[in-house]
């Protein structure tokens, strides 16, 4: 197989993930296919090719920017809305610091 | 009521035939009634649409224009943000948020007269080809109801479809508007890379995700787009460039179009897909396009690439949900770390949780250069070939999907085979150019088979001159 369990599990580690031991055993499975697949790649040349992150076209080099103007912001009370636990104006979460 | 079409409802609108008020009734209690049967809806908005069907009432009868698509019933996919109306994904993680904000395309269509009836179900964070990863259940084809709809947007391509809205918004990251449009029937825009403003869409894989339009005819298609398209400064990535007049680019000559059909994408195509695509091709060139055979070489690897950059992305937008600002959070105790473990792992569907950890180990320290750069430079060459190409022809032709609507449950177990399944329409998607597809004809099992166009950026009111043209020679 292309990926160990313990491969798979350590990327689960990297992704925040909890995963149950079928989880696993699938994952194993699946990802080792389509990596597998995937290994084609490999065989194109791209000697001196860039990498393409955005798709390009002929635009004003300014396209992306725009005036930096004040905008009222969300505001607490609606930034809060749809927390799972909100309190005192914060996002609540579990003690990450021991007294 | 005459309202089978935007213009058809504008002039019963203005003829007094009936108001806005009522066909929003009428359209809202025919999607109550047909969910059942296809489960495309996931929430009606009836408060909503009856207050914006009532705006347009209003301006009517105070003589004022009432915008360009006036008491039209819009379906909206629920990836797409609709301000105090649930937005879940159709993912359990968002099954209770609720939107401080509306998306700018939501906004656009309302300003512009447009009634929202509700919103539609699609696979979990719009991740599949068949609408069966939605945590609310699988939409089913309005054509033939034991099969999939196509995914992701297939909530919007069913609403269109089983006709309880008359247009309705998707998002296509790898072909999830055309694969629906075609499995269902309908036309599916996916317009140009930065065409429409994403501002107020759940973040999917950026530099792919695209908003578009589902409609019944090319032409309602069109308006809907050019109401949709143009610069929104809350999006940086949506483009400064004019936005034309669609529909009276509609009509026009088609003699003389130089349109080409790329022989990597004929040698897939199976049985009755490949005839109807090849008798669509007939009608082209009666119409007097001047059609030959193109090479885009570069296609045999454009999966394998797609699925790179896709699933690279998502893990990276999909880190939001951690149970901490929105969404579900895991009830199980434990540190902050084992809260975003467990809240991730419960709450996501399996579809999705295969590509945050193929997106994480494509972008893992060893395997970066092998897969993600190696994915990105192939990206150059898939769109390299789509640049050379249309230095020849003004348009490419060629099928959306290999095969008509399949079974419910005859992919899903197989995650390979489903992403071969979007093998066409996933080029135009890394290439950034626009596409839609555009019902060319049904099996002898009466299942819709779609024709894609595909045309340079920015190059819409092309795409749908051809697409106009032909679907008046087809009907």
Not at chain 2, 39 to 53: D, P, T, V, W
Not at chain 2, 203 to 215: E, T
Not at chain 2, 447 to 467: D, S, T, W, Y
Request: with cysteine.
């Amino acid at each position: 197989m292309k990926l160990t369990e313990k491969e798979v599990r350590y990327v689960a580690h990297l992704a925040n993930l909890n995963l149950s031991d079928a989880e696993i055993e699938h994952m194993v499975h699946d990802l080792g296919s389509i990596l597998e697949h995937m290994d084609r790649l490999a065989a194109v040349d791209t000697e001196g090719v860039e990498p393409m992150s955005q798709v390009l076209y002929e635009t004003e080099e300014t396209a992306a920017l725009r005036p930096d103007v004040e905008r009222a912001p969300l505001g607490n009370e609606l930034a809060l809305a749809n927390a799972p636990a909100p309190g005192s104006g914060y996002f609540k979460v579990p003690k990450v610091i021991e007294r | 009521m005459t309202a089978d079409s935007i213009a058809g409802i504008r002039a019963g609108l203005l003829a007094k035939e009936f108001s806005a008020a009522e066909l929003a009734r009428e359209s809202l209690a025919a999607a109550e009634r047909e969910n059942p049967r296809t489960n495309a809806y996931l929430l009606f908005c009836s408060e909503r649409a009856l207050e914006a069907a009532e705006r347009v009432d209003k301006k009517i009868a105070a003589g004022e224009e009432p915008g360009p698509l006036a008491g039209v019933p819009v379906a909206v996919k629920d990836v797409i943000l609709t301000k105090g109306v649930r937005t879940s994904c159709g993912s359990l993680v968002l099954e209770h948020y609720i939107p401080p904000y509306d998306a700018t395309v939501v906004e656009r269509i309302e300003a512009a007269g447009g009634v929202i009836l509700g919103k539609t179900n699609c696979d979990e964070f719009a991740m599949g080809s068949s609408n069966e990863n939605s945590a609310f259940g699988p939409v089913r084809n309005p054509v033939a109801p034991d099969r999939v709809p196509g995914g992701s947007s297939g909530g919007s391509a069913a609403a269109v479809a089983q006709k309880t809205a008359l247009v309705s918004l998707g998002s296509d990251t790898g072909g999830s508007i055309r694969q629906p449009a075609s499995f269902c029937g309908v036309v599916g825009v996916t317009p140009t890379y930065g065409r429409v403003s994403r501002y107020g869409l759940v973040a999917f894989a950026s530099s792919l995700d695209h908003i578009g339009p589902f409609a019944r005819s090319v032409r309602d298609a069109a308006a809907v787009l050019e109401v949709m398209a143009g610069r929104d400064p809350l999006d940086s990535t949506s483009a400064e460039a004019p936005v034309p007049d669609y529909v009276s680019a509609l009509d026009g000559e088609v003699r003389g179009m130089k349109l080409g059909v790329p022989v990597e994408y004929m040698k897939h195509a199976t049985g009755e897909t490949a005839a109807l695509i090849g008798r669509s091709i007939d009608t082209l060139r009666k119409l007097g396009c001047d059609v030959r055979d193109i090479s885009l070489p570069a296609t045999d690897y454009a999966i394998d690439t797609y699925y790179i950059i896709c699933t690279a992305e998502a893990s990276s937008n999909l880190a939001r949900y951690d149970g901490v600002r929105y969404g579900f959070r895991s009830k199980a105790s434990g540190t902050l770390s084992d809260m975003y473990r467990n809240t991730r792992g419960e709450g996501f569907g399996t579809e999705v949780k295969r590509r945050i950890m193929l997106g994480t180990y494509v972008l893992s320290h060893g395997y970066y250069d092998a897969y993600y750069l190696k994915a990105q430079k192939v990206r150059a060459l898939i769109t390299r070939d789509f640049t050379k190409a249309f230095q020849s022809v003004d348009a490419i032709v060629a099928p959306v999907s290999p095969y008509p609507a399949f079974r419910i449950g005859e992919k899903i177990k197989d995650p390979m085979e489903m992403y071969l399944s979007d093998i066409y329409t996933i080029t135009g998607s890394l290439a950034g150019i626009p596409c839609m597809s555009v019902p060319c004809g049904a099996t002898s099992e009466g299942l819709p088979v779609g024709l894609q166009i595909l045309c340079n950026h920015f190059h819409e009111a092309k795409m749908f001159r051809l697409a106009d043209a032909f679907e008046r020679s087809t009907i």
